[in-house]
């Protein structure tokens, strides 16, 4: 039997050379050396010859398997390593593409301006103090002087709920100033309800803040807003403690070194005297500058404790003076932070969010004395 072992390996060679890919090289393999394969079957014939052909076809054969062996190895080496090169190019990372945006949450400005004014007063020895949102007329109004007929007492400024079966109906509080009453009086912690302030005995220095709510709404109204409620009861005390608290928190809330503030007769019905108090600043340049300028901005209600509000809480007036004020807390961060419309803080508006909403790693605010 003679075959054309140089057309074979021609062949072969040729159909190796030409294989796309290791797939179909593979099947060339086979077709060559696979168990059926044609070498194969050469190699499996040298076992009939005679010893004479064996000597001259052996070698050729084994020639003819290692050489297209190794043509094999070659090409499916430059094979795969194509393949592999494909495979990357198609699946590059392009490090120039911009990072998909991550969603960041902000801390609100009336938080942060929260947290801002609780760090000061800390600083200055007042505890914290919380009362519920929903109130009744006692802790409200009747405990802090308001005559029967006072207009903040009518439905045009108060959120009544439903009255329930004895007539009297509760309503989301007006002020944070209940929790003067909460905290003056001696037994007043409803059953469950540890977090509102425990009656305590004088000396008291605490604030309080929290939400309060009222029937109004424009571009410095809305009809939920925070604020922050001093008091201070102790011997002896008067307006000048006051002014000093107050004129200490300005000028540390607003990081001056000092400010000019000025107080303006006023009336509430649980201070005697009551005031405003202003302080100076410029608002010529269309933002407002606190702390120079010709003009005043109000910025807290204060005043002397009535001797009527020490009474109805079972504190000697005779014995015990104080002072008290009450912050709006979202005017207060307006003032500083320079939002133009009240209102904006919460419509929950994330693109107002971001704009103003500070971020919750940054470093301490200076004024809040902490670091
Ligand atoms: N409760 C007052 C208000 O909401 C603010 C206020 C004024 C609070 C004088 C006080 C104060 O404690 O002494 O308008």
Not at 72 to 96: N, V, Y
Not at 234 to 253: C, E, S, V
Not at 285 to 312: D, F, T, Y
Not at 315 to 320: N, T
Request: charged fraction near 20%; hydrophobic fraction near 40%.
């Amino acid at each position: 039997m003679t075959t054309d072992l140089a057309g074979l390996e021609t062949e072969f060679l040729g159909r190796i050379a030409a294989a796309p890919d290791t797939a179909a090289l593979e099947a060339v393999r086979l077709d060559a050396l696979g168990k059926s394969g044609v070498i194969s079957g050469l190699l499996k014939s040298l076992g009939g010859m005679t010893p004479d052909e064996r000597k001259v076809q052996g070698p050729a054969l084994n020639g003819l398997r290692d050489r297209v062996a190794t043509a094999l190895a070659d090409r499916k080496a430059a094979l795969e390593s194509a393949e592999l090169d494909a495979k990357l190019a198609a699946g590059r990372l392009d490090l120039s593409l911009p990072a998909p945006p991550r969603r960041r949450g902000a801390v609100h400005p009336t938080m942060q301006v929260m947290d801002e004014m609780i760090a000061i007063f800390a600083e200055m020895g007042f505890a914290l103090a919380e009362g519920p949102d929903i109130e009744d007329d006692f802790h409200n109004f009747t405990a802090l002087n308001f005559p029967p007929k006072h207009p903040a007492r009518e439905m045009h400024d108060t959120f009544f709920l439903r009255p329930g079966p004895d007539g009297s109906a509760k309503l989301l509080r007006t002020h944070t100033s209940p929790v003067q009453v909460r905290t003056m009086q001696k037994t007043n912690t409803p059953p469950g309800a540890s977090w509102i302030a425990a009656g305590q005995n004088p000396p008291i220095r605490i604030i309080s803040p929290g939400r309060t709510y009222r029937m109004d709404s424009d571009a410095t109204h809305t009809p939920m807003f925070h604020q922050i409620e001093g008091l201070v009861i102790d011997r002896n005390i008067h307006m000048g403690h006051l002014k000093w608290t107050l004129d200490q928190f300005i000028a540390r809330f607003f990081e001056l070194e000092s400010v000019v503030t000025r107080f303006r007769p006023h009336h509430f019905p649980f201070t005697e005297p009551s005031a405003e108090m202003d302080v100076q600043c410029d608002t010529s340049g269309g933002e407002v500058k606190i702390g120079q300028g010709a003009e005043w901005s109000e910025i807290v209600g204060c005043g002397m404790v009535h001797p009527n509000v020490l009474r109805n809480c079972g504190i000697d007036p005779d014995q015990w003076q104080g002072f008290a004020f009450g912050f709006g807390v979202d005017r207060l961060g307006r003032l500083k932070y320079g939002m133009p419309d009240l209102r904006d803080m919460f419509a929950s508006d994330n693109r107002w969010l971001a704009h103003y909403g500070f971020s919750a790693f940054a470093a301490p605010n200076p004024a809040s004395g902490l670091s």
